[in-house]
């Protein structure tokens, strides 16, 4: 039971705090993993949650599931910040941790906020007393803890994905607040207009303490009208949270990177569009994504459409000279280029089976009809000798062999059926090249 002190203080707690869940049954969105019957709902009712992640956006429950499990679990329950939290402090918590478990055979849950920040050195730490079940170990992170966070920690958990909330479960939270006499404004004559309540909702995207902070400044900013009452309007709400919050961790960076590229692949412009538009809003470096759209006219159209490399380039390059956000249109215009040009991964092709011969093949000497002549004494060394000058033939071209002595895999390049490369196949085909079937390039 709470003090004096303690109920004074909490009262005058932020809203999104006071209106934490305090049970399962209060809790908000996160259906998939505890639902009713889910696993983890299970292992907290019974008391029984072994080592855990909570991976998830900012505002979607992660530390408030966490809270639930330190009220209705009979074990004792230690919280550390990553950011704060030395080696010491965890050996402080380990030996508490480990006397409990012997005097009184009572476990101890460690939640570690932010627990992709900590070190290897720090990580390796609690690694015996994970294994050992001296603690339960609960971490909560933002980040992918695959990418993040170390093997050997993320091997002894079990990760629990945690998605954003649904614009209904951020109006559920909301709705709750203003019923909630005891935390909320159940107790006051509050309105809230339904465009404004949807107007937070929408531009919380799934952060429910943003929404519940933008609710609160509504409020406690908006003068009490003669009969008593706040009414919230939609100008209020528009200046209580006026800009959509964006979230980007390194994990959704990379999902966002590749949903581009492979809409670019795809010849999807309006996807690819999208994700540039979401990625720029979310503060991405444009020059990466520039860099893909290059690295994507030669992979994925290649000589189907060689204009499409000179639209990327000069994309990069309107870039350096006019930066953003002018540079935005030169940027979409390549994106489109991009994505609505025949599609050939033929150049690709060439360059991997090239390389690879490298890779396996022995360096031998080049034909002599291939070296250098353009020092003095080339030519007693034979150098250049058998050389066929193609402008001096007809249609500026002579078959001779070219490629190093040893090569294999040829022909690396087989020119596709889309674009272009149906013209060089002609070409080809009229310099006696017999290209073989196209065979998906």
């Given amino acids: 039971m709470d003090d004096l ?13 006071r209106m934490r869940p305090r049970t399962l049954d209060e809790f908000v969105g996160q259906d998939a993993i505890v639902g009713p019957g889910r696993l983890l709902r299970r292992a907290i009712e019974a008391d029984r949650l072994t080592s855990c992640i909570f991976w998830g956006p900012p505002g979607c429950g992660k530390t408030t599931l966490a809270s639930i499990i330190a009220g209705a679990t009979r074990a004792d ?49 609690i690694l015996p007393a994970i294994e050992q079940g001296v603690i339960r170990f609960i971490g909560s992170t933002t980040e992918n803890p695959m990418i993040a966070m ?6 002894r958990c079990r990760l629990f994905h945690f998605e954003r909330l649904s614009d209904a479960d951020v109006r559920r939270a909301l709705e709750a607040a203003l019923r909630d006499p005891e ?15 949807e107007h937070i909702v929408r531009v919380a995207n799934g952060d429910a303490r943003s929404a519940l902070n933008a609710l609160e400044l509504a409020v406690l900013t908006t003068p009490m009208e003669a009969d008593g009452a706040t009414h919230v309007t939609l100008a209020v709400a528009e200046e209580s949270i006026q800009s959509r919050v964006t979230q980007m961790d390194e ?14 692949r795809g010849s999807d412009s309006d996807a690819a569009l999208a994700w540039f538009a979401r990625m720029n809003r979310a503060g991405v470096d444009p020059r990466i994504i520039v860099r893909r759209i290059i690295a994507h006219a030669s992979e994925d159209v290649g000589m189907a459409n060689p204009m499409a490399m ?13 930066g953003m956000p002018e540079a935005k249109l030169p940027i979409a215009q390549a994106i489109i280029a991009v994505c609505e040009s025949p599609k050939s991964n033929s150049v690709c092709a060439a360059i991997e089976a ?9 360096f031998e000497g080049v034909p002599v009809h291939l070296r250098d002549t353009h020092y003095k004494g080339a030519s007693r060394l034979g150098h250049g000798e058998g050389y066929l000058y193609p402008h001096d033939f007809p249609g500026h071209y002579v078959r001779q062999a070219y490629a190093p002595p040893g090569a294999k895999g040829m022909p690396y390049y087989v020119p596709s059926q889309q674009g272009f490369e149906r013209e060089l196949r002609q070409l080809r085909s009229e310099r006696g090249v017999v290209d073989p079937p196209e065979d998906m390039n």
């Fill in 150 to 155: 170390t093997p050997a920690i993320v091997s």
């Fill in 77 to 125: 329950f230690v919280k550390l910040n990553a950011v704060t939290t030395g080696v010491a402090d965890v050996r402080e918590v380990l030996k508490g941790a480990e006397e409990r478990l012997k005097l009184y055979g009572q476990s101890t849950y460690l939640l570690l906020d932010e627990c992709h920040r900590w070190s290897k050195a720090q990580s390796d730490s």
């Fill in 354 to 362: 090239a390389m690879a011969d490298a890779e396996e093949s022995a």
């Fill in 183 to 197: 935390r909320g404004y159940g107790g006051r004559d509050v309105r809230v207009d339904d465009d404004a309540l």
């Fill in 310 to 322: 000179l639209q990327a380039v000069a994309a990069m390059q309107a870039l350096e000279h006019i």
């Fill in 251 to 264: 994990s959704l960076f990379y999902d966002m990177l590749s949903a581009f590229c492979k809409s670019l």
């Fill in 5 to 17: 002190f303690t109920a004074a203080a909490r009262s005058r707690s932020p809203l999104a705090d």
